[in-house]
């Protein structure tokens, strides 16, 4: 009985089965061919430690990625495998990584890695073994000078920096206060801030720091209330920033805050609560599909992902998945071009231009090895706990 | 053993003449910052409080374990940490009633102390107490680990117990949390103090900790007294996590930072003593916010830990501490 009810199974599964192939076919669409040999691509990722949130959902856009090219049509119909490594937020365990997936898997090129630091213990071996790297980290100097092989996704600590002053200078507000983590993310921005401040005609009149692990800020933003600042911009990741916004709602401070790319998450918002409402800050667009132009490439990018994400993990995109994506999409598609052929792949790369990805649309040249326009963020302003667009103008 | 027992005070009014000349240095300090900053100047001695009653919660941790084994419990910052953690699980989470949550967090920290006393402190009873103060950190090593493993490295946020809307005086604002937080420091001061001072097993406890052979014989055996100070600088750890959470947030790694501070203002105190814990966390809490406030804001940590050397340095019984053994 329990054969037969088995067999039977089977039997329907094989009609099934029979039918996809067929539909599949009818509609034409394309295979991977599976006799042709696997494209492989490294990823070293912060899968643990630190920096795992942000490992962690590139590596999820990769893993979607790698479905979504097998189950169509491949990577110029070669099946592709991403090889995914975790640095475990460490510099020293990235290069060792890199080395391994280089030497021992011998891919073709590499993603990664999620941090500054673990990228900038990365790039001279990709260098010096000429195999091309796109990272998905935003330090300035992963690319400034620019090394022949190494690539980034994300848009850079630069770009989030001219976009706050664009947007201050467009509000008419001359005098900033700078408060910042006294880490190297902190005070690498406020430097960067105070240099170009003047070309944007705004005056920074005070600058103060705070430890990453402070709790209590108000000794700071007092001193800031007795300066002429028309604005507060807050440079650092959480939860100092939520700190400085509750703080500031305590002392009765209603000067704009400007936080910095570091707050575009929903951790913020739940982290500071109330005195979240109000605070601006420079993003991706994708934060806020809306503003993207609808019916635009990118937009049905960031939709499609955004769905496709959501199917599979349960879970909405955050721009750690776009980067890691993107890197991948940029990777595959030079690879559709040069093949396997590292220093082919590299130019390919190089060549990239006018690509739409979830960020933003990539154009790489020999100077460029940043791909995304500081006209690619938007700045978005927290209102009822919501992210909306902020207009300049 | 001995490096830890403080040696006789041979110049007891020299100690004396320090401990005023202290005292009327932050009296000054603070005089200064009232005159010249006004009610900026007094924002910053309120937030030093507040600041410094978290402190002094912390410190109150290290005094407990002290006073009872003389080993410095590295690991109190964590306890702290767990308090906030499981709070944020039971009641943000999981929807306890606030005082429910705050009750069995308590409990749990509690019982995790105990445990851990008795599974890596107890077995090395013979050991020197420089070796079960490594212990300690490693205890905070691990106990961070396995926190960060079940709750992940994002902070997290634990609700106000009486709103958010801060109350003003004197041109001052401050959140009604930072009450609770002070509050509570006074109340659990009083208890660590007359449990200490007033009952049997209490005395017992410190007399063990400067002859163990002697408190045995009146009843109180070194290893019992361990437990007892480990269970409650466990529950006072907890209790202490759980009530600044709501200003400090919470996150696996926040007892570092936590376990430094208090560490350092209990030394300042007087390491050992319940009302130089409170002391010690008010003064430091009040002096970083004053640096802050006036000197560029990037060296207020320094300030705390050249506080700490100095009173290494000069005064190592801390404020209130005493240079001779205890008569019970």
Redesign the interface.
Known sequence: MLKKTSSGLILVALCLAVLVAVTAAGCGEQKVDTSKETYKIGAVLSLSGPAAPLGQPEQRALDLLEEQLNDGAGVDGHPVEFIIEDDESQPEKAKAAITKLINQEKVAGVIGSSTTGATLAMAPVAQSSKIPLICCAAGTKITNPVMSYVFRTPPTDSMAITKVLQYLKAKKIGKIAILHDSNAFGTGGADELSQKAGEYDVEVVARESYGSTDTDMTAQLTKIKGTPAEAIVVWGTNPGPASIAKNMQQLGMNIPYVGSHGIANQKFIELAGAAANGVVFPAGKLLVPESIEEGSEWRTMVDDFAAEYKAKYNMDIDTFAAHGYDAGLIMTKAMEEAGTDPVKLRDAIEETTALVGVDGEYNYSAKDHDGLKTSDLIMIIIENGKWTEEKSS | MEYWEFHVGRADRRQRALLVGSAVFVGLVIAATLISKGS?GF??IV??I??GS?YALIAMGFSVIYSSTRVINFAQGEFSMLGGMLMYSLSTRGGLPPWLGFIFSVLIVTAIGAALERLTIHPMRDQSVITIIIITIGIAIALRAVAKWIW??????IASFSG?S?I?FLGA???PQSFWVFGFAIVVVILVFLFFNRTLLGKGMRAAATNSDAASLVGVSSSTSSLIAWTIAAAVGAAAGIVIAP???A?Y??G??LGLKGFTAAVLGGLGSAPGAVVGGLVLGVLE??T??VF???Y??AVAFLILILVLLIRPQGLLGRAEDVKV
Do not use: E, L
């Open positions: 900026t924002q910053w937030s030093g507040t600041v978290i992940g490295t994002d902070p997290v946020k958010d801060p003003r604002a401050v959140v200003i400090n947030f996150g790694n926040f570092i930072m916010t004053i802050a406030g560029p804001s990037g207020k940590d």
